[in-house]
């Protein structure tokens, strides 16, 4: 563990190989200072609150992570409210109303995996945060998404491998292993 002079109360527990924190305590004021955090980057406050960098190394986004889990998630016609999965969710059921309502995945942040559970026979859609920009399966496009077929026990994996894609795949109860159709609109 070490010390930054510029970063008074900040206790770096680790760096990456450009020199970036990626792991850190902040014991005193909360800093967004440009060029120390690098993106994914995860502090932890005097009060337990856990936070990642969901900026980049030039302009920090402090985005509070959420402490479970485990959350619900049910798709929205617009992939806001109940329909956006949260920084730091690893594991959502889904519950869907909805064929043509959709979760939004949270911004990219490379090696983040996000576990989808079907709860219900209702299916669901994928987009990521910039459907035109950040793709899954390499498909991108206005307003692009995965959907995804109603079976109760339905898994779906989405793995953030770099800040424009998302790889997914799923398996049925029965654990058939397929790949999420590449987003489109």
């Known amino acids: 563990m070490k010390t930054d002079k510029d970063l008074v109360g900040i206790l770096i527990q680790e760096t990456n190989s450009e020199g970036l924190?990626?792991?850190?305590?902040?014991?005193?004021?909360?800093?967004?200072?440009?060029?120390?955090?690098?993106?994914?980057?995860?502090?932890?406050?005097?009060?337990?609150?856990?936070?990642?960098?969901?900026?980049?190394?030039?302009?920090?986004v402090w985005s509070a992570i959420e402490n479970s889990i485990v959350?619900?998630?049910?798709?929205?016609?617009?992939g806001?409210?109940?329909?956006?999965?949260?920084?730091?969710?690893?594991?959502?059921?889904?519950?869907?109303?909805n064929a043509d309502h959709w979760v939004t995945l949270p911004a990219p942040v490379i090696g983040t995996l996000i576990t989808l559970v079907s709860t219900n026979?209702?299916?669901?859609?994928?987009?990521t945060s910039a459907p035109a920009t950040i793709g899954i399966?390499?498909?991108?496009g206005a307003n692009a998404e995965s959907a995804i077929a109603g079976a109760a026990g339905t898994m779906v994996q989405?793995?953030?491998?770099?800040a424009t894609n998302w790889i997914a795949?799923?398996?049925?109860?029965?654990?058939?292993?397929?790949?999420?159709?590449?987003a489109a609109a």
Do not use: M
């Open 71 to 78: 959350k619900s998630y049910i798709p929205t016609a617009n």
């Open 21 to 60: 924190i990626t792991l850190c305590q902040s014991h005193g004021a909360f800093f967004t200072t440009a060029s120390k955090f690098a993106p994914g980057c995860i502090l932890t406050n005097n009060d337990g609150v856990v936070y990642r960098n969901s900026g980049t190394a030039a302009a920090p």
């Open 121 to 127: 026979t209702t299916g669901y859609e994928i987009r």
């Open 80 to 97: 806001t409210g109940t329909g956006q999965i949260t920084p730091g969710t690893q594991i959502a059921t889904v519950t869907s109303a």
């Open 169 to 182: 795949w799923s398996r049925v109860a029965a654990g058939t292993l397929s790949v999420v159709q590449v």
């Open 158 to 162: 989405l793995l953030c491998v770099s």
């Open 137 to 140: 399966n390499g498909g991108v």
